[in-house]
């Protein structure tokens, strides 16, 4: 209104920026920006930390192609925000740039610039560039080794971090926290839970207790790798240490506990959770009607689905997968129909849920007409699981021939079986009669290259010798390149 801004005053225009930045208007901060006449470093620096507040990585990174060419080198507190684009948006082009304009500008002494660039290369897997990155810095801190360590961790080379961690603590360096989490969590990862059981009793010798994520790490990875009653232990060890879970403690435990169909456990999770005050939202919602319906108690399940305020089509899934289960068709059905209403559409895995529950139930009418509407009225794609459903639910009415007659219908449609497919319909033709379906279906597993799956060349030589074949079943038996006490 007095005409500052009409008349160029680079001073007044930075600071406008810096205050819409500030308050969260950032359209506003960038149209002050955008009719600057004249922008220096501060003016760029304001732009792009807005920015990176507002997460706008990739704008971060055209802007700073935008400042180079119009003449502003930024400085050593600069780099840092444009590197942590670089990180989320994988600008490894743009990193290598900074690294050499860091080098020309005398930057690369500054250790926030440092390990800015030795973030990107570690985060993205460029260990190479990384470890002679590491090795070539004039200082290193905490920071810089958490980077290196991390980089090596998420390709899965967790012996190289572990040796680094070790050598960190030979120089004297003491890793935090932050450290070893990420080592732990890298060998939960990989399935390596009686390394990172010994790595958490090492970090407890150094005098660092566990927190949160530590304990998380450690019950989701035993979780994980079916230690679920270990994964319970944790959980019960970790309340005793005076450390409140998250949610994704809540639902790594509940998960051990629907794996176990451990209801008393469960039960006890849930009651702890309500006990401090924890909100039931979405996914531990998920794991808790997962929990309930999976030990059949359904009333439970539905008091949680019908709190979950935001579902998606896992907690849909779950509860109309659970009463499928348990025989209760028809309430499924009725869910089925509430959930083609909601914003939610039922998927390929909740039709599947629906013809399975139906035809394991003798309503095999029911089955084929959903198996029918599921591509015209649901617009949803059949996948192989669909018609392994027909060919289970048939199998257990003991319908043998129409199972059989799905299967053929299913290759007709050139839809790929898969080893379940073949592992349920090969019983069907464990008879004398059956042994050219036996060498029809071997044909199959031939063409598929399935045969190398060990279930699979199991069932197919008990199939042979159970109608009569044993020169096919010796046959596939000698091909075998490993073999287990079932094979024998």
């Given at each position: 209104?007095?005409?500052?801004?009409?008349?160029?005053?680079?001073?007044?225009?930075?600071?406008?920026?810096?205050?819409?930045?500030?308050?969260?208007?950032?359209?506003?901060?960038?149209?002050?920006?955008?009719?600057?006449?004249?922008?220096?470093?501060?003016?760029?620096?304001?732009?792009?930390?807005?920015?990176?507040?507002?997460?706008?990585?990739?704008?971060?990174?055209?802007?700073?192609?935008?400042?180079?060419?119009?003449?502003?080198?930024?400085?050593?507190?600069?780099?840092?925000?444009?590197?942590?684009?670089?990180?989320?948006?994988?600008?490894?082009?743009?990193?290598?740039?900074?690294?050499?304009?860091?080098?020309?500008?005398?930057?690369?002494?500054?250790?926030?610039?440092?390990?800015?660039?030795?973030?990107?290369?570690?985060?993205?897997?460029?260990?190479?560039?990384?470890?002679?990155?590491?090795?070539?810095?004039?200082?290193?801190?905490?920071?810089?080794?958490?980077?290196?360590?991390?980089?090596?961790?998420?390709?899965?080379?967790?012996?190289?971090?572990?040796?680094?961690?070790?050598?960190?603590?030979?120089?004297?360096?003491?890793?935090?926290?932050?450290?070893?989490?990420?080592?732990?969590?890298?060998?939960?990862?990989?399935?390596?839970?009686?390394?990172?059981?010994?790595?958490?009793?090492?970090?407890?010798?150094?005098?660092?207790?566990?927190?949160?994520?530590?304990?998380?790490?450690?019950?989701?990875?035993?979780?994980?790798?079916?230690?679920?009653?270990?994964?319970?232990?944790?959980?019960?060890?970790?309340?005793?240490?005076?450390?409140?879970?998250?949610?994704?403690?809540?639902?790594?435990?509940?998960?051990?506990?629907?794996?176990?169909?451990?209801?008393?456990?469960?039960?006890?999770?849930?009651?702890?959770?309500?006990?401090?005050?924890?909100?039931?939202?979405?996914?531990?919602?998920?794991?808790?009607?997962?929990?309930?319906?999976?030990?059949?108690?359904?009333?439970?399940?539905?008091?949680?689905?019908?709190i979950v305020i935001e579902k998606d089509v896992y907690t849909w899934?779950?509860?109309?997968?659970?009463?499928?289960?348990?025989?209760?068709?028809?309430?499924?059905?009725?869910?089925?129909?509430?959930?083609?209403?909601?914003?939610?559409?039922?998927?390929?895995?909740?039709?599947?849920?629906?013809?399975?529950?139906?035809?394991?139930?003798?309503?095999?009418?029911?089955?084929?007409?959903?198996?029918?509407?599921?591509?015209?009225?649901?617009?949803?794609?059949?996948?192989?699981?669909?018609?392994?459903?027909?060919?289970?639910?048939?199998?257990?009415?003991?319908?043998?021939?129409?199972?059989?007659?799905?299967?053929?219908?299913?290759?007709?449609?050139?839809?790929?079986?898969?080893?379940?497919?073949?592992?349920?319909?090969?019983?069907?033709?464990?008879?004398?009669?059956?042994?050219?379906?036996?060498?029809?279906?071997?044909?199959?597993?031939?063409?598929?290259?399935?045969?190398?799956?060990?279930?699979?060349?199991?069932?197919?030589?008990?199939?042979?010798?159970?109608?009569?074949?044993?020169?096919?079943?010796?046959?596939?038996?000698?091909?075998?390149?490993?073999?287990?006490?079932?094979?024998?």
């Amino acid at each position: 209104r007095i005409g500052l801004v009409e008349s160029p005053n680079p001073f007044v225009e930075t600071k406008l920026v810096s205050m819409y930045a500030k308050c969260g208007y950032l359209d506003d901060a960038r149209r002050v920006f955008e009719q600057m006449r004249k922008r220096n470093l501060f003016t760029w620096s304001a732009i792009i930390g807005a920015c990176c507040r507002e997460r706008r990585w990739r704008e971060v990174v055209k802007l700073f192609y935008l400042m180079m060419e119009d003449g502003v080198v930024p400085d050593h507190f600069l780099l840092p925000k444009i590197l942590q684009a670089c990180c989320h948006c994988g600008g490894m082009r743009t990193t290598k740039l900074i690294h050499s304009l860091a080098v020309r500008c005398g930057f690369s002494s500054s250790i926030r610039v440092s390990n800015s660039i030795l973030a990107v290369y570690a985060r993205f897997g460029e260990l190479s560039w990384a470890r002679r990155f590491f090795e070539n810095m004039d200082e290193r801190d905490r920071v810089s080794w958490n980077a290196i360590i991390s980089g090596y961790c998420h390709q899965g080379q967790s012996e190289e971090a572990h040796r680094l961690l070790d050598t960190m603590t030979k120089i004297g360096i003491e890793p935090g926290l932050v450290t070893w989490n990420i080592l732990i969590a890298s060998y939960n990862q990989l399935g390596c839970t009686d390394a990172s059981m010994e790595l958490m009793k090492k970090m407890e010798s150094f005098g660092i207790n566990p927190d949160v994520f530590t304990w998380t790490s450690m019950i989701s990875g035993f979780a994980q790798n079916n230690k679920r009653s270990q994964a319970l232990d944790l959980f019960r060890e970790m309340l005793l240490a005076g450390v409140k879970p998250n949610g994704i403690t809540i639902i790594s435990a509940v998960s051990a506990c629907a794996s176990l169909r451990s209801l008393q456990k469960g039960l006890e999770i849930h009651s702890y959770a309500i006990r401090i005050g924890f909100i039931v939202d979405m996914l531990v919602g998920n794991s808790l009607i997962d929990l309930y319906s999976k030990c059949g108690e359904l009333e439970d399940a539905r008091k949680v689905f019908d709190i979950v305020i935001e579902k998606d089509v896992y907690t849909w899934n779950s509860m109309i997968g659970g009463y499928c289960q348990a025989g209760y068709c028809g309430m499924a059905y009725e869910l089925f129909m509430k959930m083609r209403e909601s914003d939610v559409p039922p998927n390929v895995i909740t039709w599947n849920a629906m013809i399975s529950g139906y035809i394991q139930n003798g309503d095999e009418d029911e089955a084929i007409n959903l198996f029918q509407r599921m591509e015209k009225d649901g617009k949803v794609k059949r996948n192989t699981a669909s018609w392994n459903s027909l060919i289970s639910g048939y199998l257990q009415l003991g319908e043998k021939d129409k199972a059989l007659g799905i299967f053929r219908q299913m290759q007709s449609y050139r839809v790929s079986p898969n080893s379940v497919t073949i592992l349920s319909v090969l019983p069907a033709c464990s008879n004398l009669i059956a042994a050219n379906k036996v060498k029809e279906i071997h044909g199959c597993v031939f063409r598929r290259n399935l045969e190398s799956e060990l279930p699979v060349a199991n069932s197919l030589i008990d199939t042979y010798a159970k109608s009569g074949n044993m020169e096919y079943s010796k046959s596939i038996f000698d091909g075998l390149s490993s073999k287990d006490i079932i094979t024998w």
